[in-house]
């Protein structure tokens, strides 16, 4: 490498997710990915030999018809001890198991980790979804799946997503702007102010903290934790980064 004490990232395993070669029939009732597409595959939780992960799947189109029904999908893949054949070659099988699945009321929009995942008790194991229609719920790892308890709804879909798991805790930022234009992420002393924290950019680039609208003509945006504050980039003529 060009870059002194970079290390690209080695392959471990490879995984079709299409041959399961283990499923748990008490929870899935012997589901089966075959005939399905997977997109937005999110790990939620891993350990030294396996990996939980989410995804969104749907039928593929048959006959020119497309189906409009998402289910939501998680699976734990495990990777087993990697063992040389006699010609040198070294071979790492994988087995996968579906461990739940939930129909959606709406097509699934995106799936994204919480930002304060490290930091808050319980933000491991989860992630948080959006439905096409701007709904946002949290999913908890072994199938649970309900509203998300933030500041409000999106006001529209927003395709880009960040999400704070627990905005109260001192570990991680709390909400309280003050203007569209001040962004930062301080907190109150308000005990019933809501634990998560939703931010999303929408496809016309407005940007949103909940219900609120921070700001009507921005590109991107970023969540420090470490600063306590949300950061954009507005469009225009002359473009500016603000905090």
């Not at 891993?46 to 018809?65: F, Q, R, W, Y």
């Amino acid at each position: 490498s060009m870059t002194p004490g970079f290390q690209p990232p080695s392959l471990l395993a490879i995984v079709d997710p299409f041959n399961i070669t283990a499923s748990d029939e008490t929870v899935d009732g012997g589901f089966t990915l075959r005939g399905m597409t997977l997109r937005d595959i999110t790990i939620i939780d891993a350990d030294d030999n396996s990996l939980t992960v989410i995804a969104v799947s749907c039928p593929k189109a048959t006959e020119g018809k497309h189906h409009f029904i998402d289910h939501l999908i998680e699976m734990k893949i495990t990777h087993n001890t990697p063992t040389s054949s006699g010609e040198g070659a070294v071979t790492t099988t994988s087995d996968i198991v579906v461990t739940s699945f939930l129909p959606l009321e709406e097509r699934a929009l995106r799936i994204v980790n919480w930002s304060d995942t490290a930091h808050s008790a319980g933000a491991r194991g989860g992630a948080l979804l959006q439905l096409a229609d701007g709904t946002t719920l949290e999913y908890s790892q072994g199938g649970v799946l309900e509203p998300c308890d933030a500041a409000g709804p999106l006001l529209e879909a927003c395709p880009w997503i960040a999400g704070v798991y627990d905005a109260t805790s001192d570990a991680t930022p709390t909400t309280s702007p003050k203007t569209t234009d001040d962004h930062n992420l301080h907190g109150d002393d308000d005990d019933e102010t809501p634990k998560r924290l939703v931010i999303g950019l929408s496809s016309r680039y407005r940007l949103y903290c909940g219900e609120r609208l921070l700001s009507s003509a921005s590109s991107s945006f970023f969540i420090s934790l470490e600063h306590r504050f949300i950061t954009h980039v507005t469009i225009g003529s002359r473009p500016q980064l603000r905090f």
